[in-house]
């Protein structure tokens, strides 16, 4: 079968950024999932839709179709001060904001600027060009309680 809504995949997968590869499935663990399920970047999807088993594909997708472009109001400048003694404030470090309603936002350190901290709230890959190489490892149709759970069972998926 074909990829096509509701059809389990299985596949390896690069990413490259600026010509550097920045993950990569091939020799570990493949990536598993349902089509169409909305995982997944929109560009990604739209890209491997319609390839079958043994298929190997190289795209590019651009920044608007993957995880959006750089949003300059989602990056903050707050004083050291605001942060508690013992979070790690160099640059690159992982942050997480806790909002009113308990939900964790990721975001980086992105420049310490004397007792300015500047945060960036966004994704680490928006406003990147993603270029991608694929081979599809398998595609079956998902079991009806595959469907009902969102994700993939078995080998390469989720074990309960
Ligand atoms: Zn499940």
Same mark, same amino acid.
């Given at each position: 079968m074909t990829i096509e809504?509701?059809?389990v995949v299985?596949?390896?997968y690069e990413l490259k950024v600026n010509g550097e590869v920045i993950d990569s499935s091939f020799g570990q663990e493949p990536l598993s999932f349902i089509h169409g $399920? *909305?995982?997944l970047i929109p560009g990604f999807s739209a890209a491997i839709d319609g390839l079958k088993k043994?298929?190997?594909k190289a795209f590019v997708v651009s920044a608007e179709d993957g995880y959006g472009e750089l949003d300059e109001e989602a990056i903050r400048t707050y004083a050291k001060d605001d942060?508690?003694?013992d979070v790690d404030l160099? $640059? *690159?470090a992982?942050?997480?904001f806790e909002t009113e309603d308990q939900m964790e936002i990721p975001c980086f350190v992105k420049e310490v600027v004397g007792n300015d901290v500047i945060i960036d709230f966004n994704h680490p890959l928006a406003g990147k060009e993603l270029h991608f190489n694929i081979e599809v490892k398998d595609v079956r149709p998902a079991t009806d309680e595959e469907k009902a759970h969102g994700h993939v069972h078995g080998a390469h998926g989720h074990h309960h």
């Amino acid at each position: 079968m074909t990829i096509e809504a509701n059809a389990v995949v299985v596949l390896d997968y690069e990413l490259k950024v600026n010509g550097e590869v920045i993950d990569s499935s091939f020799g570990q663990e493949p990536l598993s999932f349902i089509h169409g $399920v *909305g995982a997944l970047i929109p560009g990604f999807s739209a890209a491997i839709d319609g390839l079958k088993k043994g298929d190997k594909k190289a795209f590019v997708v651009s920044a608007e179709d993957g995880y959006g472009e750089l949003d300059e109001e989602a990056i903050r400048t707050y004083a050291k001060d605001d942060f508690p003694g013992d979070v790690d404030l160099s $640059v *690159g470090a992982q942050l997480f904001f806790e909002t009113e309603d308990q939900m964790e936002i990721p975001c980086f350190v992105k420049e310490v600027v004397g007792n300015d901290v500047i945060i960036d709230f966004n994704h680490p890959l928006a406003g990147k060009e993603l270029h991608f190489n694929i081979e599809v490892k398998d595609v079956r149709p998902a079991t009806d309680e595959e469907k009902a759970h969102g994700h993939v069972h078995g080998a390469h998926g989720h074990h309960h």
